[in-house]
């Protein structure tokens, strides 16, 4: 099994940046990559990002492109989300996610989540 501690969160004022950070302890087979989500008030949850872990490719949706840069740390078991130029829109509970592959931005078939870290962009 996993255990995935997400932290970082805060608020901060539009433009500026937070460094997200999701660690990873345990193991399983099969985790190869780790996929960010978020969810604002009242909405659903939507993708951010996802890492393979073996290889480090990164996929990020739209909205968040050129923004927005995930890494990993396997010595930490650590995977990163360095958010910069932060929007109200950003604003959400942010969390990550682990499973076998990343489609697209997306982490398919998540099977260990953490709670999450709130983000608060303030106009």
């Known amino acids: 099994q996993l255990q995935l501690v997400e932290s970082g969160g805060g608020l901060v004022r539009s433009g500026g940046s937070l460094r997200l950070s999701c660690a990873v302890s345990?193991?399983?087979?099969?985790?190869?990559?780790i996929g960010w989500f978020r969810q604002a008030p009242g909405k659903g949850r939507e993708g951010v990002s996802c890492?393979?872990?073996?290889?480090?490719?990164?996929n990020y949706r739209g909205s968040v492109k050129g923004r927005f840069t995930v890494s990993r740390d396997n010595a930490k078991s650590t995977v990163y989300l360095h958010m910069n130029s932060l929007e109200p829109k950003d604003t959400g509970v942010y969390s990550c996610?682990?499973?076998?592959?990343?489609?697209?931005?997306?982490?398919?078939?998540?099977?260990?989540w953490g709670h999450g870290t709130q983000v608060t962009v303030s106009p």
């Open positions: 890492i393979d872990r073996r290889d480090g490719s990164t």
């Open positions: 996610a682990t499973g076998p592959e990343c489609r697209a931005w997306v982490v398919a078939d998540q099977d260990y």
């Open positions: 345990g193991s399983t087979p099969g985790y190869h990559a």
